[in-house]
């Protein structure tokens, strides 16, 4: 490979550090080793001349010409286009009938799309950089991606649970289609050994919508009822309800400590549940407490601690997930409502430019938001 290749993934790396969720450089040049993974050299010149609105194949055969003088016909640009999707490298929508593609972030994006394709080669990768840049980059917005909410279950009947809270209530009352798809997580730390400790089911991925995941053949459709089922499994099992960070989540990620790169970043911090959007906490009454551990067992954040021969809840690591409350026979813990509560965008769309403005400030801002009008790269 060239030096003016090597160059073209440092341009690539450059504009995807410019979206919401970055993609910063490193000393050890892992995140340049991972595009190199996912492109060839044209494919990297292809994404180049893409942004995060999704754009038709003519102005994107255009910037390819001038850019780099590039000419490909609109068959060639198309056929190129949609093996790149395939590849799950970009995203690829659908309006009036033809296709149009935008740049995928790293997580959630490319990372996520490789569900069903991943190689140990990959997952040593991915953890490498978490440690080593991108993971400080994934909670650096006070806006996460994710939020988490609580097992409906753990919840006293007096607290009126908002809808975007509710899980249950969302899934039953959505007009979109739903799916199940594997967790890209869990298959990854299984491939390097280490299986989740929680469940042996990793089709546990829940999605809302249209999306990329079916197009790709990577995900199946479900009805309401099955989608039910596995909030149920979920609680039973013991992992952590992560909807989307919007009041129309597109994903419902189903998480364990042990695998999800998320929670698994989040627990090396000394005060991890900042990064979190939640609007609950759990407290252990000591004086119900028999110390029987299984609030221990449950925690998937490490937030249970011993105090005596009781137990209580760090509220620095609590993210209010309720796991510990539901399985409590002496019902010595509870969830508790935060003063403050936390109200999420009304859409994905609105997360991201609310992470963009906090990053950018608004007066570049407003710059952003024309370009991507326009869809022009950031």
Sequence with gaps: MSNNDDGIYRQLQIQLDRYPIGYPATKSGVEIDILKYFFTPLEAKIALCLTLRSISVSPIRKRLKNKFGIELSPDELSAMLDEMFQKGVIRRSESAGSFRYGIAMLAIGMFEYHVDDLTDELVQMMHSYFDEAFGAEFFRSSLPQLRTSPHLKALIPEYIVEPYDNMRHFIKHTRE?????????????ALLGRP????DNYEVCLLIGKTGYAARGRAREISKDECLKILDMAEERGMVLQPGNSRKPACICICCGCCCGVLTTAKKQPRPARFF???????????????????VKRCQMDAIVADGKTF???RDRCIGCGLCVTRCKPKAARLIRKDRITVP??????????????RAGRKKMIVNMLKLLFGKPL
Excluded: W
């Design 177 to 189: 289609p739903l799916y199940v798809a594997n967790c890209v997580c869990k298959q990854g730390e």
């Design 196 to 199: 989740c400790k929680q469940t």
């Design 277 to 295: 959007a939640t609007n609950y906490y759990a407290r252990i009454d000591a004086s119900s407490c028999t110390g029987c551990g299984v609030c």
């Design 312 to 314: 209580r809840v760090d």
């Design 345 to 358: 965008p009304m859409n994905t769309e609105i997360l991201y430019l609310s992470i963009l403005m906090e």
